[in-house]
């Protein structure tokens, strides 16, 4: 599978931004899909993970109450809604796809490009 995410962008702290990732292939709807991220100089961390049928669904304690992971498998598109976004939510987002939900990077097999998400305060 191929992902491609996109949303990203420069706002402001306190205001929303809503990334996408769009998933080429018919098995999509198999898939338990995450998304990461990456702040400069520091390790890829986990957000939030959906499994494929949206009835497991785990976040960061960081994001809790602010984001919100959901699922279109109609559309073969995992969404991550970010509202309160803090300077620190600061990082390269990437989403992936891979056979359940798992906080670890490696468990991951498809990885989309990454976007950009730059919060000032």
């Known amino acids: 599978v191929q992902l491609q995410a996109s949303g990203g962008g420069l706002v402001q702290a306190s205001t929303s931004l809503r990334l996408s990732c769009a998933a080429s292939?018919?098995?999509?709807?198999?898939?338990?899909m995450t998304w990461f991220r990456q702040a400069p100089g520091k390790e890829r961390e986990f957000v939030a993970g959906?499994?494929?049928?949206?009835?497991?669904?785990h976040y960061t304690d960081s994001v809790k109450g602010r984001f919100t992971i959901s699922r279109d498998n109609t559309k073969n598109t995992v969404y991550l809604q970010m509202n309160s976004l803090k300077p620190e939510d600061t990082a390269v987002y990437y989403c992936?796809?891979?056979?359940?939900?798992?906080?670890?990077?490696?468990?991951?097999?498809?990885w989309g490009q990454g976007t950009l998400v730059t919060v000032s305060s």
């Open positions: 992936a796809a891979g056979p359940t939900v798992n906080t670890r990077a490696p468990a991951y097999n498809y």
């Open positions: 292939g018919r098995t999509f709807s198999t898939y338990a």
């Open positions: 959906i499994s494929w049928s949206g009835s497991i669904i």
